[in-house]
Nanobody, 114 residues
């Protein structure tokens, strides 16, 4: 059974930074691409960033390019999302996902506000 557990969300001021973490279990981690999504109430879930199984390729939504960085540590079975220069419009519930396995975490809330 795949389990994804996010952590690291919180309240941050505009311009600030946060790093989200996702701990994965129950899957062959290095064989799976991983993604971060976000969703605000009443809105569609948005793909934020993706990384391949071996970490050699990443992709980002236009809205976060140059500000967010996705990374992974396969031995630790962890995925990270470093978020810099945060804006109020980045406020959302952020989810870790193993898309090929249709697996999702429970989400971690990020709130950007002064």
């Amino acid at each position: 059974q795949v389990q994804l557990v996010e952590s690291g969300g919180g309240l941050v001021q505009p311009g600030g930074s946060l790093t989200l973490s996702c701990a994965a279990s129950g899957l062959i981690f290095s064989s799976n691409g991983m993604s971060w999504y976000r969703q605000a109430p009443g809105k569609e879930r948005e793909l934020v960033a993706s990384i391949t199984g071996n970490g050699d390729s990443t992709d980002y939504a236009d809205s976060v390019k140059g500000r967010f960085t996705i990374s992974r540590h396969n031995l630790k079975r962890m995925v990270y999302l470093r978020m810099n220069s945060l804006k109020p419009e980045d406020t959302d519930l952020y989810y870790c996902s193993a898309p090929r396995l249709h697996a999702w975490g429970q989400g971690t809330q990020v709130t950007v506000s002064s």
